[in-house]
């Protein structure tokens, strides 16, 4: 856990910009930031990154800090180890003695991690360098863009253990796959490779091992030249635009250039079309 009292600080609290001096230490997690992307790396590699309620808990904070933080651009959410997370710690959960009402409660951190994750106003990049199952898949699919290591396998157990998906994988899934290989994966619950996971849509790019963080960090780093303000608004609305009507959508996007003008990365964009320069952003 991080050296605070509780995972969800006040914003008023959290450090406007984050740097080495700053970076919370935590119990499941290891942070890193280089060229405005936060790297959060899973680190339970004794049980190849399964899921424990501290580690919810912990991402959640982070998340909250890389929301906050001026100088994260992007994030990239990686495994120590050989796993990037293979969902719940079963022994864990097994010895524990939880009360209906406690389960509910851990059921629904899993739900505000995926849901944090799809929701915050900066990209998020899963580089899965492992096997990425259950609660990993859930977080994986919840990210923007998924990379996958060559070695890599991405699957949906859940079934095969009498559970179900969560995380908004049954909303998320059939966007990026079709319904057709969405039911496949989330009723038989194989674990595919990267190479599979590409061709179907799900992963993003796959790439030898070795090369795979410098991979993501790349698209983080591609990512964060771009403004804030505008990449904010195209997640909100590319996520939310399978749920609205083509005129809902519409006026949203006016909405959305509407606001983008009257920034001063607009103006920044602008002179620095005009000047045939690189833009510097500033998210304002």
Known sequence: MPNSDSHSPAASTLPSNLNAENLPRYETLQLSL???????????????????EGLYLDLLDALA???????????????????????ADMKEHGGAARTLYQRREYLQLGNDVCEAIYRLKKPVVAAVNGYALG????????CDFILM?????IGFPETSIGTCVGGGVSKILPQLVGLSQARRLL???????AEEAQRIGLALAAYPAVD???QAHALGARLACQAPVSIAMLKRLVNQGSANDFDSQLQQELDAVFTCSTTEDWQEGVDAFAQKRQPQFNGR
Not at 149 to 153: I, P, Y
Request: glycine residues 8%; contains cysteine.
């Open 135 to 142: 609660a990993g898949a859930e977080m994986a699919v919840a």
């Open 65 to 87: 800090l890389a929301e906050q933080a001026i100088n994260v651009r992007a994030i990239v959410l990686t495994g120590e180890g050989r796993a990037f997370c293979v969902g």
């Open 149 to 153: 290591a060559d070695e890599a396998q």
């Open 34 to 52: 280089q060229d405005q992307v936060l790297e959060v790396r899973f680190n339970r590699p004794h049980r190849l990154n399964a899921v424990v």
């Open 187 to 193: 009723y038989i619950g194989n674990k595919i490779n």
């Open 212 to 214: 795979l963080l410098e």
